[in-house]
């Protein structure tokens, strides 16, 4: 079973945004495959490198929108990037160096964290960012 499927609750209406968002579902539910799997650690790692780099992009676009625009929430907004990027950067050192393993407790985390940003912290610039023309 995926780990996390994409349904409408998670549309903000911006298309660019919406697409990044079902290609970081798509990941994170590979990234669980391939553990359930009992794939090695470098199948792993490079899944893992995959949606840290796509998770950069991501974070990147939504933060030149909101420069673009001049959102008001910005810096609040990309706190909570930076904080998460923070930490999964800290997990894929640990998890390289053999310190840590993947784990259904971290699938978990990243499913939260990614389910309430979008509908939460993403839906707030939805508005803003439609209402300035951004599709
Ligand atoms: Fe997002
Ligand atoms: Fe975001």
């Given at each position: 079973m995926a780990l996390m499927t994409w349904t409408d609750k998670y549309a903000t209406g911006i298309?660019?945004?919406?697409?990044?968002?079902?290609?970081?579902?798509?990941?994170?539910?590979?990234?669980q495959d391939a553990m359930?799997?009992?794939s090695g650690n470098d199948a792993i790692a490079k899944i893992?490198?995959?949606?840290?780099?796509?998770?950069?992009?991501?974070?990147?676009?939504?933060?030149?929108?909101?420069a673009a625009h001049g959102y008001i929430e910005a810096a609040n907004h990309k706190a909570e990037h930076e904080k998460l990027a923070k930490k999964v950067a800290e997990f894929q050192r640990e998890f390289k160096a053999g310190k840590t393993k993947?784990?259904?407790t971290v699938m978990n985390f990243l499913r939260d964290w990614l389910n309430s940003h979008i509908l939460v912290t993403d839906m707030k610039y939805a508005p803003f960012l439609k209402a300035k023309g951004v599709s």
């Amino acid at each position: 079973m995926a780990l996390m499927t994409w349904t409408d609750k998670y549309a903000t209406g911006i298309a660019s945004i919406d697409n990044q968002h079902k290609k970081l579902i798509e990941l994170l539910n590979q990234l669980q495959d391939a553990m359930l799997a009992g794939s090695g650690n470098d199948a792993i790692a490079k899944i893992l490198d995959g949606l840290v780099q796509y998770t950069v992009t991501h974070f990147a676009h939504e933060e030149k929108l909101f420069a673009a625009h001049g959102y008001i929430e910005a810096a609040n907004h990309k706190a909570e990037h930076e904080k998460l990027a923070k930490k999964v950067a800290e997990f894929q050192r640990e998890f390289k160096a053999g310190k840590t393993k993947l784990s259904v407790t971290v699938m978990n985390f990243l499913r939260d964290w990614l389910n309430s940003h979008i509908l939460v912290t993403d839906m707030k610039y939805a508005p803003f960012l439609k209402a300035k023309g951004v599709s």
